[in-house]
């Protein structure tokens, strides 16, 4: 089949720049709007990709389901498929050909996974029901997925059957998308499965216990330990064989309440086995879509709500793509995880993006309003997210909030998103940058601690965190043998710092341990919490730092183990001790790092009110304001007479050394500055009040953690 594609050796690619794609010398920021062609009347299409463009997007994007797609082909034959010879709202290469017509480009989703609220989340019956297929629990029996319209035995990420079906179902839509690849056609991006996360079913002993799951299992311990008997020394057991090393299906690593360092580690293993499978399972299908021809696109995959405790390595994930960005479902009220999320990917990826930044929900979601997806987006803005594709722009079924109606028809509620787009087009913002100085390293092994002690089960730390709680809520709450409970104390340790520096109005932003060196040495200060254990790897990137001249701060405690808790001197990295940490002495270590570091505080406010500043070169382009508490006057001192409008009210406002702001409960404002050129004087002074008081410095775990 794959013969008579056109080859893509010679065909230039779309590279991703800043927030935008470079399509030979035009740049195109990273805005699309979702909109399923199959759910759609086709009589609409147009009408509604017309009115997609004119909010301001240059991009539709749309899923390609398998299920839809695939129909059963005569008896003992394979399944065939239906791009719109039988049913012409499945014409997906006439939906392409119209966007080209209308001079969109196109982000395609094919799966093998989509959700999309779909029966099945689009994966045909046949293949979910293969018992081959099928991911297994401790007991060997079928993990289903409750989850509307309809529970189903989800896939493994393991399954060489499922890999083989996949590759016929790529082979298939390749045929269709090959030939529309940009420059020949629309298609620039191109998604890879959706939301890998073990189909939301993450319990850290949910799955996956499939044959072929083990057999990984295996090898993942062969490739850390080195082999079956370096393995053997790290779990502090005598394998005979790898039919020995089976997974746990239950935390135990403690015995008459002692430790058992083996078993621990044994635990810990099994959870960074767990990313491992994902990375592959990505890197397999990647693989698989190229050879279908599909080689050319940038490629994307999205990580879904939770992610702070999903079995996720996102900047593994980044080695099999080309970009990893998370998915945003959220009220106005969520204010502080919109923040954390953002922060980390601003912090984690080259590039902050949101496959899936919510215009609307489905009906057995948490009830959304509009206000609650605008407010969500202008604060995923204010702390860094470049590009998005709003899901959905034109509505369809199992959904309601689309900006564009089922008819091609634009809601009242579109003017607001058209605004935005405008006023984004208008300060080039995927072009601006938010500039830190201090980055919060997210360390991978403690995450995997907590993940391994969690006790509700199916409940999981990512369903935990999707609900408003904080990943290591369920964990349990005993030390483990250590000084603290590490599994719980990583967290606050964050939370901590994270408060002190937004009550200073100190820009941060989180990195993933996982992540290159390059993503912490931009910076003039890293923090990196450290406890009785610690992974080599991560160590060595703080030591690396420190030579480098960034101020590595860590603590509370200098390690004495490694990641198979196993005795190892660790140095202290640029010969600095370990700093205690209480709220008291993180706000005074804070302000420590402002003098010494020249930190800049760029239009500061009181809290609860939080400004965000976005600069291009030696411009100051955008001010965000941000208050998640109850209706207020925001007073924030400027550092020069300023003159602002409002991007979406069009109201103005000035000000000589403050500027006044009124602030609806729960509310977002973006602000166009004028342009100022530098030099500029240091923008430190605030409102007469200490940094520290009236900051919410809450670090409960059961509420979620940092500010």
């Not at 030696?618 to 007479?641: K, Q, T």
Request: charge should be negative; proline fraction near 9%; aromatic fraction near 8%.
């Amino acid at each position: 089949m794959g013969s008579s594609r056109p080859s893509a050796r010679h065909r230039p690619r779309p590279v991703l720049e800043g927030g935008a794609l470079r399509l030979g010398d035009q740049l195109v920021p990273l805005r699309s709007g979702a909109m399923h062609y199959w759910r759609l009347p086709r009589e609409h299409w147009r009408d509604a990709l017309g009115e997609l463009k004119a909010l301001g997007l240059p991009m539709v994007e749309t899923y390609a389901p398998w299920s839809v797609h695939e129909i059963a082909g005569p008896e003992g034959e394979g399944p065939r498929f239906d791009f719109g010879e039988k049913d012409p709202r499945k014409d997906l290469g006439a939906f392409l050909d119209l966007a080209h017509e209308q001079e969109l480009l196109a982000f395609v989703r094919p799966g093998p996974h989509i959700n999309a609220e779909m029966t099945l989340f689009g994966l045909p019956e046949r293949v979910v029901n293969d018992p081959d297929v099928q991911a297994r629990s401790p007991r060997g029996n079928p993990v289903v997925l409750y989850f509307p319209p309809k529970m189903f035995p989800i896939p493994s990420h393991a399954s060489e059957a499922y890999f083989e079906a996949l590759a016929g179902w790529y082979e298939a839509v390749g045929e269709v998308l090959a030939p529309r690849l940009w420059p020949d056609g629309p298609v620039v991006l191109l998604q890879i499965d959706n939301e890998a996360g073990y189909f939301f079913r993450n319990g850290p002993y949910c799955q996956d216990y499939h044959d072929d799951a083990v057999g990984l299992w295996h090898g993942y311990l062969a490739e850390r330990h080195g082999d079956l008997a370096g393995t053997g020394e790290a779990h502090r057991e005598s394998y005979a064989s790898w039919a020995e090393v089976r997974p746990p299906v239950a935390f135990d690593a403690m015995e008459g309440g002692q430790l058992r360092p083996g078993a621990l580690a044994r635990q810990l293993d099994w959870a960074g086995f767990q990313e491992h499978l994902l990375t592959r399972a990505i890197g397999k299908m990647a693989a698989s879509a190229r050879r279908a021809g599909l080689d050319g696109p940038a490629t994307v995959h999205n990580v879904s709500l939770g992610d702070g405790g999903l079995p996720v390595s996102i900047p593994a994930l980044g080695e099999e793509v080309d970009l990893v960005g998370l998915d945003y479902y959220h009220g106005a009220r969520e204010h502080r995880m919109v923040k954390r999320r953002t922060l980390y990917l601003a912090g984690t990826q080259e590039v902050p993006f949101a496959p899936e930044l919510g215009v609307g929900a489905p009906p057995w979601f948490t009830p959304l309003s509009h206000e609650d997806s605008l407010t969500t987006a202008l604060t995923a803005l204010a702390y860094g997210l470049r590009g998005f594709n709003l899901y959905m722009a034109v509505d369809r079924d199992r959904w309601y909030g689309g900006a564009i109606d089922v008819f091609g028809h634009p809601r009242p509620e579109a003017a607001d998103w058209r605004r935005l787009l405008a006023a984004l087009e208008e300060s080039e913002f995927h072009a601006l940058e938010r500039q830190a100085k201090v980055a919060l390293l997210w360390p991978r092994e403690y995450a995997r601690l907590a993940r391994a002690t969690h006790l509700l089960g199916a409940l999981s730390p990512s369903t935990l965190e999707a609900l408003g709680a904080s990943p290591v809520s369920g964990c349990r709450g005993d030390a483990l043998g250590f000084e603290e409970p590490i599994q719980l104390a990583w967290w606050d340790a964050l939370a901590q710092v994270a408060n002190a520096l937004t009550a200073a109005n100190v820009p941060y932003v989180y990195v993933d341990g996982d992540a290159p060196i390059e993503r912490f040495a931009e910076h003039a200060v890293v923090f990196a919490p450290s406890f009785a254990f610690a992974d080599p790897a991560r160590w060595g990137k703080l030591e690396e730092l420190a030579e480098r001249g960034v101020h590595v701060v860590y603590g509370p405690r200098l390690p004495t183990l490694d990641d198979t808790l196993r005795e190892r001197a660790f140095p202290r990295p640029g010969g600095r001790a370990p700093t205690p940490l209480d709220p008291s002495t993180t706000h005074a270590l804070v302000h420590d790092w402002i003098d010494r570091f020249d930190l800049e505080r760029p239009y500061p406010a009181l809290p609860p009110v939080d400004t965000c500043l976005h600069r291009g070169g030696d411009r100051d382009a955008v001010l965000f304001v941000l208050n998640p508490g109850p209706r207020v006057e925001a007073e924030i001192s400027l550092p020069r007479p300023t003159v602002a409008r409002d991007a979406l009210s069009g109201e103005p406002l000035s000000g000589e050394d403050t500027l006044r702001v009124p602030m609806a409960p729960r509310s977002v404002r973006m602000l166009l500055l004028d342009e100022v050129k530098r030099p500029r004087p240091k923008a430190r002074r605030r409102p007469a009040k200490k940094a520290g008081d009236g900051a919410d410095v809450e670090t409960k775990r059961k509420k979620g953690g940092a500010s």
